[in-house]
């Protein structure tokens, strides 16, 4: 343990886990804006409008961007199709990490885990507590993957930046 003691500590570990979960999901979010935008708008110049338009809702994002890519080039959606997936696991992460608690060690030792603890509502369904342990190092290194997937978002930004310009 720290100098810090424990509980302050294990706060330093539970920002660590949040904010790695946020850089990647805000910069998943910011392709799929531009992805929709070239899509779904051939005039540079009003993708800034659109954009304002746009769902907020990660699952309301990803659900428009497969939807824009698709119809404007189902091949691109084929050959990109992992980073879509990749996405939905992500967003499984989303209400956790957003709007749960941690809780940690009541003995105050163990740093190697947390529970947090959020609501789960679905449209039409009733609330649900949830709560999951997360071993933090392990966590934290199955993001590389999600890093990844914002390699391949540049790469597809790219080809529609080729055939459909930039903002």
Request: hydrophobic share 35%.
């Amino acid at each position: 343990m720290s100098k810090y003691g424990f509980y302050l500590d294990m706060l330093g570990l539970e920002s660590k886990v949040r904010g790695i979960y946020l850089s990647v999901a805000t910069e998943c979010e910011f392709f799929m804006d531009r992805t929709i935008a070239k899509c779904e708008e051939s005039d540079p110049t009003k993708r800034e409008t659109l954009k304002l338009k746009l769902p907020l809702e990660m699952g309301g994002k990803l659900e428009r961007c497969i939807a824009a890519l698709t119809l404007y080039n189902h091949d691109y959606y084929t050959t990109y199709k992992s980073i879509f997936d990749e996405i939905a696991e992500l967003s499984i992460y989303r209400n956790m990490l957003a709007h749960g608690y941690a809780k940690f060690d009541i003995h105050e030792k163990d740093t190697s885990f947390m529970d947090i603890v959020w609501i789960e509502k679905f449209k039409n369904t009733p609330r649900v507590r949830k709560s999951k342990t997360i071993v933090i190092k392990p966590f934290l290194k199955g993001f590389l993957k999600y890093r990844q997937t914002v390699f391949k978002f540049w790469e597809l930004d790219k080809l529609l930046i080729q055939e459909r310009g930039e903002e």
